[in-house]
């Protein structure tokens, strides 16, 4: 069972994964295809009830060429080096 403050983390960074795959121009079954990951799977981290491993964090961010600062944190709240 996940901890409100990490269920709240899994919430915000679905949020992210499904603003970000947006913006990139997939639909989920396109991104999840891309990310060879069921669909299943890949819907529940945008959703935040799946926890998405690490090595799946690095996957989207090379896939969609953005910085793992965006990917978590979001498009507001990144910081550009």
Request: a negative charge; glycine letters at 8%.
């Amino acid at each position: 069972m996940l901890y409100d403050e990490e269920k709240d983390f899994y919430v915000a960074l679905g949020g992210n994964l499904s603003a970000l795959r947006a913006e990139f121009g997939y639909t989920q079954a396109q991104f999840a295809r891309a990310l060879n990951t069921p669909v299943s799977t890949y819907a529940g981290y945008e959703s935040g009830v799946r926890k998405t491993p690490v090595i799946v964090l690095v996957k989207i961010a090379n896939t969609l060429n953005v910085s793992m600062d965006r990917l978590i944190l979001g498009e507001n709240n990144h910081k550009d080096n």
